[in-house]
């Protein structure tokens, strides 16, 4: 659970300091890419509502997750330190510091960001809360469906997991 925002309206927050939650909510076998992915909510912890804003970081070998795309929900990465392999349908492309990837909303070209090399990675990920949102995992047999504020994970043909 994450903290209770403050009491006003301008939060100041030491990123580090936001309660990390590690791996992915991810059925088996699917979460083994990101067991050890960790991400910080900082615009949970910041009371914002309309879009989220975590730090993440990826440890070498880890992803930010499966390869998916979003109908509804446009998502943005900056990479901070490090240096990530982003894969979609087009191929791999290895991003760094200071650089951002764009992934606009029912754009079915699925995406993911893997740590290839031997340093964590660290980047901001920020996606908005459309809501109905829904998406698929072009490489597994997998799909999700917005449920609340979090997602429901089913098979592509709509059958339960």
């Known amino acids: 659970m994450s903290p209770s925002p403050p009491d006003r309206a301008t939060v100041i927050l030491d990123p580090l300091a936001v309660p990390a ?18 991400k910080r909510a ?5 009371g914002l509502t309309n879009f989220g804003v975590n730090l ?6 880890q992803a930010s997750s499966q390869r998916h795309w979003h109908s509804k929900q ?5 990479i901070l330190e490090g240096e990530a392999t982003l894969i979609t349908d087009t191929g791999e492309t290895v991003v760094g510091p200071g650089q951002c990837a764009c992934f606009p909303a029912g754009v079915p070209d699925g995406h993911q960001l893997v ?8 980047y901001l990920e920020v996606g908005d809360r459309s809501p109905g949102d829904s998406g698929a995992y072009p490489d597994i047999d997998l799909a999700f469906a917005a449920c ?3 997602y429901r994970f089913i098979r592509k ?3 339960p997991l």
């Open 148 to 150: 609340g504020p979090t």
């Open 56 to 61: 993440v970081i990826l440890p070498p070998g």
């Open 157 to 159: 043909d709509g059958s």
């Open 115 to 122: 740590n290839k090399s031997d340093r964590p990675v660290r």
């Open 42 to 46: 900082l615009g949970d912890v910041g």
């Open 21 to 38: 939650r590690v791996g992915s909510g991810y059925p088996v076998p699917f979460d083994a890419l990101c067991r050890f992915r960790e």
């Open 74 to 78: 446009d998502e943005f990465v900056w």
